[in-house]
């Protein structure tokens, strides 16, 4: 009997031992494991849509149709935006006859802007009358319906008639297009601020003349010159300033001529630029300065000039 009682008393000292054993603390991997996985951060919303467009990237560029499965027919057709401001636009729209015995149809055009598009009007100096929807897509895109209201009876260089994209034209659209990189620089010109001159030559042919752009740094072209130079010149010097005093910067090239049989001649030709940012060359006055022999070089082209400013 006592030994009975015994063996129940070491089996509960026993039990209660077990009872009191500590349990051992976890270590830091065994929480980590233990720990719920940690939340999946939300993803950033969305930009917002309908954001205000920055017009600016389509102002001053030379956008011309772009060579698609809509663009197999009608003249050609290109425009450029001179001003987008307080929801208002103004541009002019150029249509190339098919031949240049036809000379082209230019156009002044203003319209107002919502959601994005320009509704415009527009007359060209052809008599034709009509409307231009613009649509500003990508940076590098826009598309134009066109429509005429009233034709005029000369068709040689008559808008064409419907929708169609555009792009900027660049210098790698111009066919045999080779650039004097010792004539073409970066220039602030006021308006335009800093921008690429560029001088280089068309190779395609026999004629090989020489032209003149103005550029952003992408290629895209901005003004065209359209020099009235000899074919075959060589360009001799470039140079901006202010010749007219008007607190403008003008432009001063100097090329030789070297055409077969006549020698190396020098030739002046001066753009002066005018408040709205245009070039205009005076012929005659180019004339005067080659005549009078003040077209050696940049400084005897300025002196000349100092006494008609």
Same mark, same amino acid.
């Given at each position: 009997?006592?030994?009975?009682?015994?063996?129940?008393?070491?089996?509960?000292?026993?039990?209660?031992?077990?009872?009191?054993?500590?349990?051992?603390?976890?270590?830091?991997?065994?929480?980590?494991?233990?720990?719920?996985?940690?939340?999946?951060? &939300?993803?950033?919303?969305?930009?917002?849509?309908?954001?205000?467009?920055?017009?600016?990237?389509?102002?001053?560029?030379?956008?011309?149709?772009?060579?698609?499965?809509?663009?197999?027919?009608?003249?050609?057709?290109?425009?450029?935006?001179?001003?987008?401001?307080?929801?208002?636009?103004?541009?002019?729209?150029?249509?190339?006859?098919?031949?240049?015995?036809?000379?082209?149809?230019?156009?002044?055009?203003?319209?107002?802007?919502?959601?994005?598009?320009?509704?415009?009007?527009?007359?060209?100096?052809?008599?034709?009358?009509?409307?231009?929807?613009?649509?500003?897509?990508?940076?590098?895109?826009?598309?134009?319906?066109?429509?005429?209201?009233?034709?005029?009876?000369?068709?040689?260089?008559?808008?064409?008639?419907?929708?169609?994209?555009?792009?900027?034209?660049?210098?790698?659209?111009?066919?045999?297009?080779?650039?004097? &990189?010792?004539?073409?620089?970066?220039?602030?010109?006021?308006?335009?601020?800093?921008?690429?001159?560029?001088?280089? @030559?068309?190779?395609?042919?026999?004629?090989?003349?020489?032209?003149?752009?103005?550029?952003?740094?992408?290629?895209?072209?901005?003004?065209?010159?359209?020099?009235?130079?000899?074919?075959?010149?060589?360009?001799?010097?470039?140079?901006?300033?202010?010749?007219? @005093?008007?607190?403008?910067?003008?432009?001063?090239?100097?090329?030789?001529?070297?055409?077969?049989?006549?020698?190396?001649?020098?030739?002046?030709?001066?753009?002066?630029?005018?408040?709205?940012?245009?070039?205009?060359?005076?012929?005659?006055?180019?004339?005067?300065?080659?005549?009078?022999?003040?077209?050696?070089?940049?400084?005897?082209?300025?002196?000349?000039?100092?006494?008609?400013?």
């Amino acid at each position: 009997m006592k030994s009975k009682r015994l063996l129940a008393i070491i089996i509960g000292a026993l039990l209660l031992a077990g009872c009191g054993k500590t349990v051992p603390a976890d270590t830091p991997q065994q929480l980590e494991e233990q720990s719920p996985s940690a939340a999946t951060p &939300e993803s950033s919303p969305a930009a917002p849509t309908g954001e205000e467009i920055d017009y600016t990237q389509y102002l001053k560029k030379t956008w011309v149709k772009k060579n698609d499965a809509d663009n197999n027919s009608g003249n050609a057709v290109s425009f450029s935006i001179s001003e987008i401001k307080n929801g208002k636009i103004s541009a002019e729209l150029l249509v190339t006859g098919p031949a240049p015995a036809y000379p082209n149809a230019i156009a002044r055009f203003d319209g107002i802007i919502s959601n994005h598009t320009a509704e415009c009007q527009f007359t060209d100096s052809r008599g034709n009358k009509g409307t231009i929807k613009l649509s500003f897509e990508a940076r590098d895109e826009m598309k134009a319906a066109i429509n005429l209201t009233d034709k005029s009876e000369d068709t040689k260089a008559q808008p064409p008639v419907g929708t169609f994209r555009f792009a900027p034209y660049n210098l790698k659209d111009i066919e045999g297009f080779s650039p004097i &990189e010792e004539q073409s620089f970066m220039v602030d010109l006021n308006s335009w601020g800093k921008v690429k001159f560029v001088a280089g @030559k068309l190779t395609e042919g026999s004629h090989i003349p020489v032209v003149f752009y103005l550029t952003n740094q992408n290629g895209d072209i901005l003004y065209n010159f359209y020099p009235t130079l000899p074919y075959r010149v060589d360009v001799k010097a470039v140079s901006f300033e202010d010749v007219s @005093k008007d607190g403008l910067k003008d432009i001063i090239i100097i090329v030789d001529d070297d055409y077969s049989g006549q020698g190396s001649a020098p030739i002046a030709t001066v753009y002066f630029q005018k408040d709205d940012g245009t070039f205009a060359n005076d012929l005659k006055l180019d004339q005067e300065i080659n005549d009078s022999k003040s077209n050696k070089d940049v400084k005897a082209v300025k002196s000349y000039l100092s006494r008609k400013f």
